[in-house]
T-cell receptor, first 107, second 113 residues
Framework: GIQVEQSPPDLILQEGANSTLRCNFS?????LQWFHQNPWGQLINLFY???GTKQNGRLSATTVATERYSLLYISSSQTTDSGVYFC?????????FGTGTSLTVIP | DAGVIQSPRHEVTEMGQEVTLRCKPI?????LFWYRQTMMRGLELLIY????????DSGMPEDRFSAKMPNASFSTLKIQPSEPRDSAVYFC???????????FGPGTRLTVT
């Protein structure tokens, strides 16, 4: 299956700072998604982005499929951004999750 | 829309007992996914359905696990017999098509003693 690696594993930010989270995948994919798991455990889909760039408010994501990576940008971070960010990649019928980036935003 | 609904939210059972987890997808979604999350293994896809038909169950850990989707608005994940290593949070997600944005339920926290 696909190997999905995320970096950094942990990140601590001061409120208002910007950050970039990275997701590398080992093979061609037909599906790439970013999720946020909040401190209460709820999983929320952020982006479906197998290629290209998308933006949603302070968040944006870029996937360069030919180079097998995706980036999640968080601008002007807020304490509510805290949690774990997962990327998931799929090829064929199987989805593979990375181990996540744990983000803590300090007021 | 109420979103994806899962029940129960918490389940505590003894080893050897049968456990049934339930999921109601978002109305109009035709794909449903079952995931398991543990500290050791992270998030794992167990099985998913499209139009009520199982598409891939290669993530189901062993024969003790089974899943059904008798209609478009209901799915079950059954563990029989349950073991302590099955303790995890089980998530259900639904979407339109197979590659669309997935919407997750709140999860069922299963503890097998």
């Amino acid at each position: 299956g696909i190997q999905v690696e995320q970096s950094p594993p942990d990140l601590i930010l001061q409120e208002g700072a910007n950050s970039t989270l990275r997701c590398n995948f080992s093979d061609s994919v037909n599906n790439l998604q970013w999720f946020h798991q909040n401190p209460w455990g709820q999983l929320i889909n952020l982006f479906y982005i197998p290629s290209g760039t998308k933006q949603n408010g302070r968040l944006s994501a870029t996937t360069v499929a030919t180079e097998r990576y995706s980036l999640l940008y968080i601008s002007s971070s807020q304490t509510t951004d805290s949690g774990v960010y997962f990327c998931a990649a799929a090829t064929g019928n199987q989805f593979y999750f990375g181990t996540g980036t744990s983000l803590t935003v300090i007021p | 829309d109420a979103g994806v609904i899962q029940s129960p939210r918490h389940e505590v059972t003894e080893m050897g007992q049968e456990v049934t987890l339930r999921c109601k997808p978002i109305s109009g979604h035709n794909s449903l996914f079952w995931y398991r999350q543990t500290m050791m293994r992270g998030l794992e896809l167990l099985i998913y359905f499209n139009n009520n038909v199982p598409i891939d169950d290669s993530g189901m850990p062993e024969d003790r696990f089974s899943a059904k989707m008798p209609n478009a608005s209901f799915s079950t994940l059954k563990i029989q017999p349950s073991e302590p290593r099955d303790s995890a949070v089980y998530f259900c997600a639904s979407t339109t098509g197979l590659l669309g944005t997935q919407y997750f339920g709140p999860g069922t926290r299963l503890t097998v003693t």
